[in-house]
């Protein structure tokens, strides 16, 4: 399985999990959420909006443009902040987590 394969298995795992905890919106926020400045949007969406609308967008965007990969990712990090205390989201901290450890380890990254 090359990169784009495993990052759009990413994206789909993600959005799984997403549906199961009933955190998958139907409609996207307004358009002015996507204008922040601030990492992950954090003034502007929910972590779970974040997650849909940007980082899932961008994933995709990039699996199918066979775009660049960032850099570096630190989504788990971020998730364990947002999510704790919410056990049900541990498989999606894990989740993100294996996400994070396959961007960083891509070759570009080396």
Do not use: C
């Given at each position: 399985?090359?990169?784009?394969?495993?990052?759009?298995?990413?994206?789909?795992?993600?959005?799984?999990?997403?549906?199961?905890?009933?955190?998958?919106?139907?409609?996207?926020?307004?358009?002015?959420?996507?204008?922040?400045?601030?990492?992950?949007?954090?003034?502007?969406?929910?972590?779970?909006?974040?997650?849909?609308?940007?980082?899932?967008?961008?994933?995709?965007?990039?699996?199918?443009?066979?775009?660049?990969?960032?850099?570096?990712?630190?989504?788990?990090?971020?998730?364990?902040?947002?999510?704790?205390?919410?056990?049900?989201?541990?498989?999606?901290?894990?989740?993100?987590?294996?996400?994070?450890a396959?961007?960083?380890?891509?070759p570009?990254?080396?």
């Amino acid at each position: 399985m090359d990169a784009y394969q495993s990052a759009a298995s990413y994206a789909d795992r993600i959005e799984q999990e997403l549906r199961g905890l009933n955190a998958w919106q139907a409609e996207p926020p307004p358009a002015a959420a996507f204008q922040s400045k601030r990492a992950f949007f954090g003034d502007t969406m929910s972590f779970y909006q974040w997650l849909q609308w940007v980082l899932l967008a961008r994933i995709r965007d990039v699996v199918q443009s066979r775009g660049a990969f960032p850099a570096h990712s630190s989504v788990a990090a971020y998730a364990v902040r947002e999510l704790d205390g919410y056990d049900e989201a541990n498989p999606l901290i894990s989740l993100l987590s294996e996400f994070d450890a396959f961007i960083e380890r891509l070759p570009h990254n080396r």
